[in-house]
């Protein structure tokens, strides 16, 4: 846990109702002049009122009974450390309405948060500069004094003053627009009146952008705003928000309640995408395609992230958390839906089956180790909730949801989320309120089952042994908290656990669900085959491990030889084993042996998350004399895969094949294989000649192929591709496989590249962590970072880039001496919102020492010696 900073929410003596908020923007000066009528209702006489307001100049304050002529002025103090600023007024303000009138001013600053300015180049080749806010989580006081927190809901009247020749958004329509009379280059742009809603969801933008409209087929106008210039590049997300926004009305019953939806590209932009209401705002490469330069897998990922942000419309901005430790309910059920809503977009993309290594594997891999924590979690200062904006909240989250609804059926789901959101529209919610609708239209007992997975940390392990009497099989199961490191935990962890059983019989659909709630339980099957095997956790929808026993285990090899199990349960089984051999509860070999049962996979997601698998291992053997040999390990168990696919792309294929063969390609091309590498050598000779262009799909595997064995020739081709791109999407595929070239002067290089003008601060984090790949670019990262720790903190004051950062470089290490580093060096340095990060790295790398002491001789052995 991060040292708890004092922290205490703001009075509501008195409250907001509408504020009427007017910003210039100065985008030559890089400042703001702001002034806001706040509409407030006294509760409770005081002569104090205290507002969030950070790095803002309060110039006056006064405040006006409704009814009075009088206006009384404040005196103003900041209490800088919680983000305040005080208004003390001569006499007690009286209970009842009032007006309390501030102007202020403030910097657009670089740092991505609050209102900031972002970097773009102008048709002329200039530099330009666009003004864009995000305020989730605590960044509006930034921008303006106001009540800053998530229950603490008003009305906003929203005027701009910008350039005449610029664009002008927020998140309601523009009602008027008229010419500033002091000065008739800018105008004045008021917006209509929003519903009630949290600051964190308000957005003002002034810039310049082109942009692509429809209607969907309700009626709502959806824009996407693009680079002047670019805007056949939003054709698709369009495309997918057209199709999003009426499925969310189709499954939530509830019409989207506002008459725009706009979605717009930002050049600099620190999360993926945020959710302002009618407002969304993105990250370039997660909205734009260029059907000749995008990926398979970045479509699907802007489906993704347009699937996300809009189910946000409706859960987390009509219906929004009382507090930040309901995070999780906002973030974790949007990662839900944006699934269920990708899979009816575009089924061609197998979602689910990503789901369960995107969100539930790492859910699952965080939430094994000591430093993880419950779902709903305490917080109070910005620090704070800043760090749990993580994988437990996202995907943990989204696990266990995914489980309920699965537990549920769809039918009560829907009804469920629809009795929620009506019942709570325009308002705030605590994490029972859900759990009471779904349970009252249920009858299941969904709050007692869900508090056992929201209130505390961590997941089961669920052991099963079977009996054998003729075609009857008694299996026990028991569970017991699942530990990273395999110790044996605290029995007061006791979760309620839907448990799903199938049988070769009919592996898609469970022979039985039980519902475990208590440590251990028989189950009975009847008329099960001798040669019929057995498997837990259907479809990987639970959010446990299982262990089986050796009889069971054995049975199931066969079936994930010949694809008899289906594609989401292969990949749940050889994660699970994964997972216990890094525990230490089985043998590293044997798993190995089972990763060499997968020779006919042909699916792209579980070989993603096989590779993933491998891959760690791959870290710690590089550690030892064994790499080579592990090496050709893994190039003998993809080869097969990679001749059935071939390097040209067949007719009819669906993306996923395109997805396979760059992930299979890719690996081959690094881990030496020869054939691959000399043929990626030829493609990028015609990419670079433009003679024959790397399609999109490919270049992934071919420019990490030609990098892992390139030379100062190849570097600076690759650097050029990059600086002559004005495609980002292009950008980051390269800047984040730099990394990979060998020679130590030229990753040097890589790691000076990442803090010039080049990359943007938003990808330096990714650059950087791609030098993290090798044994050599680790430490040289690390020695890196610690170098230009100073900079790199105040680049993202903080933030969450700083924690990926902080995982990236530091989580790989095998060695006491590197963990004492790790653990001197953030003693000194302190990263608030790294701290529990810092934490995870250190027992990950603790995981890591164990198993090179435990399973790396009997792996180097295995891996000699096989034929
Ligand atoms: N509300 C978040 C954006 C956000 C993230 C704000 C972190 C403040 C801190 C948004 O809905 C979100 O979750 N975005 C994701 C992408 C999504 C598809 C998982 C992101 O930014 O990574
Ligand atoms: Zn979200």
Sequence with gaps: MPGKKEFSRLSLDVKPINYSLRMKPNLKAFTFEGSEDIDVEVGKSTNQVSLNS???????????????????????????????????????????????????SGILNDQMKGFYRSKFKTSDGQEGFHAVTQFEACDARRAFPCWDEPAVKATFDITLVLPQNKLGLSNMPVEKESPLESDPTMKVQKHTRSPVMSTYLLALIVGEF??????????????????????????????????TLPFYKKYFQIAYPLPKMDLIAIPDFSAGAMENWGLVTYRETALLIDPDNSSSKVKQWVALVVGHELAHQWFGNLVTMEWWTHLWLNEGFASWIEYLCVDH????????????????????????????????????????????????????GASVIRMLHDYMGDEDFKKGMNIYLTK????????????????????????????????????????????????????????EKFCADGKKPEASFQWMVPISISTS???????????????????????????????????????????????????LLPAIKDKSLP????????????????????????????????????????????????????????????????????VDLISPVAERLGWEVKENEGPLMGMLRDLVLGKLGRYNHKTTVEEARRRFDGHISKSKPVPADLRGSVYSTVLSHGDEDVFQKMITLHNESDFLEEKTRISRLLGLIKDPKLMQKVLEFALSEHVRAQDTVFVIGGVTA????????????????????????GGFLLSRLVKMVTECFVTAEKLKEVQDFFETHPAPAAERTVQQSCENIQLNIKWMERDSVAVGDYLKNRN
């Excluded at 692509?212 to 369009?238: M, N, S, W, Y």
């Design 424 to 479: 709570f529209k325009y308002g705030n919610t605590f994490t029972e309120d859900l759990w009471d609708s779904l349970e009252k239209v249920s009858g299941k007992p969904i709050r007692e089952l869900m508090s056992t997975w929201t209130k505390q940390m961590g997941f089961p392990v669920i052991k099963v042994e079977q009996k054998r009497d003729g075609s009857t099989r008694v299996l026990t199961i028991t569970q």
């Design 345 to 396: 977009c575009f089924p061609e993309f197998d979602i689910w089956t990503q789901f369960v290594t995107q969100d539930l594997g790492r859910a699952l891999e965080l939430d094994a180790l000591d430093n993880s924590h419950p779902i709903e979690v305490p917080v109070g200062h910005p620090d704070e909730v800043d760090e749990i904006f993580d994988a437990i909240s996202y995907s943990k």
């Design 54 to 104: 950070s790095e803002i100049e309060v110039l006056d304050v006064y405040f006006q009974h409704e009814g009075s002529d009088e206006k009384q002025k404040a005196e103003i103090a900041y209490e800088k450390e919680n983000e305040k600023v005080i208004f003390t007024f001569p006499a007690a303000l009286q209970t009842g309405k009032g007006v309390l009138s501030v102007k202020f």
């Design 505 to 555: 019989a009919s592996p898609d659909k469970p022979a039985k669900i039980i519902l475990l709630n208590s440590p251990t339980t028989t189950v009975t099957l009847e008329d099960v085959k001798e040669d019929q095997w057995v498997k837990l956790n259907c479809g990987s929808v639970g959010v446990f491990r299982v262990q089986y026993d050796t009889d069971m285990l054995d049975a």
């Design 774 to 797: 090798s044994k050599e670019g680790r430490d040289m990262t690390w020695r890196f970072v610690q170098d230009n720790w100073k900079e790199l903190h105040h680049r993202y004051q």
């Design 210 to 243: 082109d942009h692509v409209e429809a209607k969907d087929e309700d009626g709502v106008l959806v824009r996407v705003f693009t680079p002047v210039g670019k805007k056949e590049q939003g054709k698709f997300a369009l495309e997918v928000a057209l199709k």
């Design 567 to 634: 594609s989401r349960d292969r990949l749940g089984l050889q994660n699970d084993l994964f997972a216990l051999c890094r525990a230490g509860l089985i043998s590293s070999v044997d798993v190995l042996k089972v990763a060499s049962a997968f020779v006919n996979e042909d699916d792209f997601t579980v070989w993603s998350d096989l590779f993933a698998n491998l891959s760690n291992i791959a870290v710690l053997l590089q550690y030892t004399e064994y790499y080579d040999h592990y090496k050709s390990f893994i």
